[in-house]
């Protein structure tokens, strides 16, 4: 099985929902996660972002790319 890393850090839930909507479409394995946090409300987004994309390492270069072109529109 191959190694999941972290890829990238998102920026906001829009940027999540659509990241995952256009992997999923491509097929691409993937786990999106927040760092907010119920007990310190949220308080983590605000130093670490809204949350993450965890993949296996062979996609990390194409996931980069589609979140490049997420950022550009």
Known sequence: M???IKVATLENEIEAKLLASLLKERGIPHFIGTY???VYNGIF?????WGFVNAPMS???EIL?????IREL
Do not use: F, L, P
């Not at 987004?45 to 972002?49: C, E, F, I, M, P």
């Not at 790319?65 to 072109?69: A, C, L, T, V």
């Open 2 to 4: 191959e190694e999941v």
């Open 36 to 38: 907010h946090d119920a």
């Open 45 to 49: 987004q605000t130093q670490r972002g």
């Open 59 to 61: 996609y990390k270069n």
């Open 65 to 69: 790319e589609i979140i490049s072109d």
